[in-house]
């Protein structure tokens, strides 16, 4: 018999690769997005529009985290086997211009979907996107026994929704863990976030459309993997016997410097010869260093990465590369001065 999941957020990078994955798996999945007034599919059209996804099931529901008699509706309706809670306000820095809608958003939602799971009755395995951004300002290594010292909104809100989902799990014996991910990255990554933000800009200066890159703080150290493989470890812990929490990371650090240096290096540039600093972009406050311990998921759920933060700089560039490239054949592009 196939399984059936829910994932929240589906439309998000992780997302989009998890409901991949499990399609690939052979399961049902139902998708929940936000209603807007624009499309924002664009990340799973290629599979919600595939002539043979209808024969391996992909179905979306407007809903929103916000709206806890939705959820509890539909997990009664669906019955999942699994429920994926990626859905959040997942920018750090937009969460200290924003950061009661995060705090309701990517906290309160967490603790809604777990009410919604445990009123509805449904038995059914959750897996909580937690976030690194927890320990913020906790030397690394982090793992899984390290304490949480969030700097912004949005990991404040993320260490909330980790406690109720340990609480729920303590309390009503929910089967339901936390992914501790740590920064990990794809071509499918948001415009905004710094990763993608530098290779799209490596596209465009290597084109000649764009003369400067304005970054923020270029010393934090991150760990960043590939979100590819980063799902296969959210699957791989709903399927252990017992629900617990895991760090998913490389164990690699890298600055911004060296992940500019990767960026521009794979189209043959120098990253100081374009890159400015424009104070706009920091933080109000900074996390320095977060740098992964994954021992346990190695040990645990046999999951190790394989690319590491130069391979990925390499691989978002030659996507953003080729976009571009389909972008200047079909219209005419805007030249950044």
């Known amino acids: 018999m196939n399984k059936t999941a829910v994932i929240t957020g589906i439309t998000g990078q992780d997302g989009s690769y998890l ?48 709206d806890g008699v939705a959820l509890v509706n539909l997990l009664r309706d669906i019955q999942p086997d699994e429920v994926y809670n990626l859905g959040a306000q997942s920018h750090v820095r937009v969460s200290f211009d924003a950061p009661l809608y995060t705090g309701d958003v990517t906290g309160l939602g967490a603790a809604r979907l777990l009410e919604a799971i445990r009123a509805s009755g449904v038995r059914t395995r959750l897996y909580q996107a937690s976030s690194s951004e927890m320990f913020g300002s906790t030397p690394p290594p982090q793992n899984e026994r390290t304490s949480f010292h969030p ?65 923020g703080n270029l010393d934090a150290v991150r760990d960043w993997g590939y979100a590819p493989e980063y799902v296969e470890a959210m699957w791989r812990m709903l399927q252990r016997d017992v629900p617990d929490d895991y760090v998913v990371a490389t164990g690699v650090p890298a600055t911004v410097k060296d992940f500019l240096g990767a960026a521009f290096g794979s ?7 374009y890159v400015r600093f424009d104070p706009k972009y920091e933080r109000p406050s900074e996390v320095d260093a977060l740098i992964g311990d994954a021992s346990k998921a190695r040990d645990l759920l046999d999951w190790t990465p394989k690319v590491q933060f130069d391979e990925l700089a390499r691989i978002m560039v030659e996507a953003d590369v080729r976009q571009l490239e389909d972008e200047m054949s079909g219209q005419t592009v805007r030249v950044d001065r």
């Not at 794809?186 to 304005?214: C, D, M």
């Not at 189209?267 to 010869?273: A, D, F």
Request: hydrophobic residues 35%.
């Open 267 to 273: 189209v043959g540039l120098e990253w100081e010869r």
């Open 151 to 215: 700097r912004s909104p949005y990991g404040c809100a993320k260490v909330f929704a980790y406690w109720s989902t340990v609480n729920y799990r303590e309390a009503y014996g929910l089967f339901a863990v936390n992914g501790i991910l740590f920064n990990h990255e794809s071509p499918r990554r948001g415009e905004t976030f710094v990763t993608r933000k530098i290779t799209r800009a490596v596209a465009r200066i290597h084109a000649g459309l764009q003369e400067r890159l304005y970054m």
């Open 19 to 66: 409901a991949e994955l499990l399609l690939d798996k052979g399961y049902t999945v139902h998708g929940l997005i936000r209603r807007s007034s624009s499309f924002n599919t664009e990340r799973i059209d290629h599979i919600y529009q595939d002539p043979q996804t209808p024969d391996r099931r992909l179905v979306l529901h407007h809903a929103d985290l916000s």
